[in-house]
């Protein structure tokens, strides 16, 4: 089995002729295809919207891309709200779902009039103090701790995680910020993370329409919206299975007919805040190779490192590779493909299965489109790279340039050391 990258090897030939290797680049048509069957999947709700989860790829084209079909903005610091706000989100179309929150964090989410989702039961008065008052619609997440599991034996572990309220929390603060005039309430839970299961959603989603049923009839508050998260996956192993949206969609849907509408709350509207659904599939790192070392283990050089794709690094992530150009050809190596950090960890495929690889071979490693260049940074003093978007007609655009040393050392006080480094 295999996976085939978005882009052909001419293509990239074409780009790298503007642009260097290594970049992200993403794929607009596979993008925006996919938005809107999400859209589809949900449309039995009459208030469903997705609040893009910004973290996963904070590249302002991409968020200002999504908008256009509806999408609003899942926000989680101060930046990422300015970027949201830059690229035209108004107040309903910002969600704050933020965790740790410094306390002027908020009142910059109030001045934009966003969607304040509360972590913890201390930020009533946080918001209070920030904000001057709270504002009429609030949202709190929910934890039930424990172990969450589904029938396929996926599991997490929401009672090891920092985020959201007990349910004794969500009753109290509840009850507190309608005393204080708050006067819609949203409900937001994070259980499990990157599972292609059609069960998760549906389950995650009783849990919380029962609790939203208890809270309406125990404290009398006006729930308006219903909040799954993230947390639906993509299939990074070419074996796995995609999540199958419309599945996803109908159980939601009947989960929601059962619980919700028998109780009067059929007006309540289902927000998602997916992240990698939205976009890993739709992103490529595209990379050279520049070294082969052939020690205790066959390695290949790119020119590409952790820094530009972490996942592998920090949490032994999969991420398909294919050298472009040798789709077809039979995978009789065995290879370490790594990057230049140095730190062993610094390997984006281990005891991999591939073709032949020559120096100069184009490496397309596969959904790199959320978590991927977003989770950059600038160990050994590598710089991040390039972002391309390859458009629905086939042409190519620079939606972010490669940093150069100049911007590495444009937060140093020295800065006059890289005026210097820049006569030799
Ligand atoms: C990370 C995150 C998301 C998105 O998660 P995905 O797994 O990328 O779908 C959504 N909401 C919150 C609060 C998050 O922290």
Redesign the pocket.
Known sequence: MSKTPFVTKEKIDEIVLHYPTPFHIYDEKGMIENVKNLYKAFSWNKGYKEFF?V??NANPFIVKKLMEYGCGC?C?SLTELMLSRAVGATGDDIMF?SNDTPEEEFDFCCKLGGIINLDDITHIAAVERSCGRLPERMSCRFNPGGVFTLSNGIMDNPGDAKYGMTEEQIFESFRIMKEKGVKEFGLHS?LC??TVSSEYYPILSKILFELAVKLKNELDVKITFINL?????VPYRPEEEKSDIFAIGEGVRKVYEEILVPEGMGDVAIYT?????MLAPYGGLVTKVINEKHTHKEYIGVDACAVNLMRPAMYGAYHHVTVLGKENEPETETYDVVGSLCENNDKFAIDRKLPKIEIGDYLFIHDTG??GFAMGYNYNGKLKSAEILLKEDGSFELIRRAETPKDYFATFDCFAVYNEMIKL
């Open positions: 989860a973290k996963a899942d989680s779902s994070f993370s990157n998260s993230g947390g639906v996956g805040e997916l992240g990698r659904y959320a978590h």
